[in-house]
């Protein structure tokens, strides 16, 4: 039998939590659970059950990344360039063994209740152990419209659902046999590879071709380009039938705006005011509102938003326009 | 005849302009108009009409007031203790010749259109020559609830209104018989000080008293105290018979709030972004709003309002709040 390898992937900016997250400081990299990153509580999670870490990241991130790495075994493939997660477990897959089992993280979400964590896991890794490609799928406990849903019976998947409109996701709700997509999977390396070449043949061969092309484990940039640049979910696990779901109840969120933050900040003792307005991050200046509610200040060096909790979503929007204008201020 | 003289009261803080206005930074103060203040733009307006000026104000007002009088002809009459408005022009009457013109103008309103302006007051000022006391009444162009208004037929007045409620001020606006009491007012010395014995004997005889135990323009403390602390509305205006309006069509704002400052700043070509929402005061960062309109964030060295505009008003009970806990960002 093999090890259990926890890859973690870290890609992406968070542009949905700027000013806080920006190129120089993606979201996983931000101090602000407790002091603690997403990322540093993802590596400490998973090395509770993993025996080593693959890291796939940017060559940007690694000097993020390094510090809580120090201690775990680790190894790190560097993506010259981003190829969305179907390529990057690819490289992950090619760099283990067959029969080492993969246990997939993102590494800007955020978990809750450990023990509950381990123990879906670990029934997951029984799955993988039997050749499955195991999704991990959360009770949902209100009707979210920001995740996508798996559609179950017991540990079988019936249908992936993308986000759903606000009816949908309470009808979703009621009728208890859907779950939130986590993004976290579980399969061997080597299952993992015959479905990709099954299922998406020529992301397996562009994959296979640059990681086999790549030096010190950074994988060429030319290549990289020729790889269709697709979803994990798009190209395996929505057409995969080894595929198997864990429900879990272990609380989680994939942190992805300001409205997932400040439900955390909030139930972790952060102060509102009155009308539920909060201030997130530094400032030296007294922050006061008048005549709104569940708005969120984020304060940085540099740039203040103004946030009306119910367009968190729209930050991204934002962030769009200030990258078309080459703005400094997502650097 | 007397003399036309301009008594510019100085009392008040602005506290619905707070952050900006301070105890020690009153509205009135604010270099906030094209780079000049309320205070500045008042003196200039009227020294165009009134031979002198007699300013009636806080000892702590001086040094902020004493730029603007630069090379205009003034006395300055000190309040030890602020005592409302007819114990004010009460000061400066007792400091006047009988026949003196007493031009009464508040120091923190904004008029614009000079030419209006005067020609109104020289209307004004050929009432308050034929012993009247004479008023003047803007003409409204919407119906705000945040001014008082007056009730008239020609230059006769029939009734004073208090602030009314939105469906009264569109009752006000449509029967075209009401105007804004601008607080400006016009008239002898002498006869103001008989009107007002006549009306308020008591604010009359302990002013009169504090006023002779005055020792250079600096008003007894102890003596004030004793003065009953009423408006001059309602110490004369309301009741007097030689009273006179004056209709206005100059453009007036008591610039009470940060509503009429921002309609103020966005006419002069102060930037909002598309949702209407403004930055107004000093910062150094890039202030974004996503998911709000017509919000308005006021920035200060030590404190930021983030303020929606319709709750302007409100901005004084944060005000008070901060003064009941004796908070050093109001001083």
Same mark, same amino acid.
């Given at each position: ?39 540093? @509580?993802?590596?400490? +999670?998973?090395? +509770? /059950? ?9 060559? !940007? ?11 775990? &075994?680790? +190894? /790190?493939?560097? *993506?010259?360039?981003? +190829? ?12 283990? *063994? ?22 879906? /896991? ?8 039997? %050749?499955?490609i195991v999704t991990f799928g959360i009770v949902p406990h209100y009707p979210e419209t920001g995740y996508g849903y798996i559609e179950h019976e017991g540990n079988d998947v019936i249908s992936f659902r993308e986000k759903p409109n606000e009816s949908t996701a309470k009808e979703f709700l009621q009728r208890k ?6 993004? /976290? ?11 990709? *070449? ?25 290549? &990289?380009?020729?790889? =269709? ?31 997932? @933050?400040? *439900? ?6 952060? =102060? ?9 991050? %530094?400032? %030296? ?6 005549? @709104? ?5 984020? !304060? ?17 929007? @934002? ?13």
């Amino acid at each position: 039998m093999g090890k259990i390898v926890n890859v973690i992937l870290s890609g992406g900016v968070g542009s949905r939590l700027w000013p806080l997250s920006r190129k120089s400081k993606p979201k996983q990299y931000l101090p602000i659970f407790s002091g603690k990153s997403l990322f540093e @509580l993802a590596v400490d +999670r998973n090395s +509770r /059950i993993a025996q080593e870490v693959l890291l796939v990241a940017s060559e !940007s991130n690694l000097e993020l990344a390094n510090p809580a790495l120090q201690g775990v &075994s680790h +190894r /790190i493939v560097v *993506e010259s360039v981003p +190829r969305n997660t179907a390529a990057a477990i690819a490289f992950a897959a090619f760099a283990l *063994e067959k029969d080492d089992v993969m246990l997939v993280t993102p590494s800007d979400h955020l978990v809750e209740n450990q023990e509950d964590y381990k123990s879906a /896991i670990e029934h997951g890794v029984k799955f993988a152990e039997k %050749d499955n490609i195991v999704t991990f799928g959360i009770v949902p406990h209100y009707p979210e419209t920001g995740y996508g849903y798996i559609e179950h019976e017991g540990n079988d998947v019936i249908s992936f659902r993308e986000k759903p409109n606000e009816s949908t996701a309470k009808e979703f709700l009621q009728r208890k046999r859907f779950l939130w997509n986590s993004g /976290i999977f579980c399969f061997k390396a080597g299952v993992f590879l015959e479905e990709l *070449e099954r299922y998406s043949p020529a992301v397996f061969l562009a994959a296979k071709e640059a990681f086999q092309n790549s030096k010190e484990d950074i994988i060429d940039k030319e290549l &990289s380009l020729a790889i =269709p640049s697709i979803s994990v979910d798009y190209a395996v696990m929505e057409k995969s039938d080894r595929i198997k779901v864990v429900p879990a109840k272990f609380k989680w969120s994939d942190m992805g705006a300001f409205d997932s @933050l400040y *439900e955390h900040l909030k139930d972790n003792g952060h =102060p509102t005011d009155e009308n539920g307005n909060m201030v997130i991050g %530094d400032t %030296d200046k007294e922050i006061a509102f008048v005549g @709104l509610k569940d708005t969120i200040v984020v !304060s940085t060096d540099d740039a203040l938003l103004v946030l009306d909790m119910n367009s968190a979503q729209k930050v991204k929007d @934002l962030y769009e326009s200030l990258q078309e204008n080459n703005s400094d201020l997502i650097e």
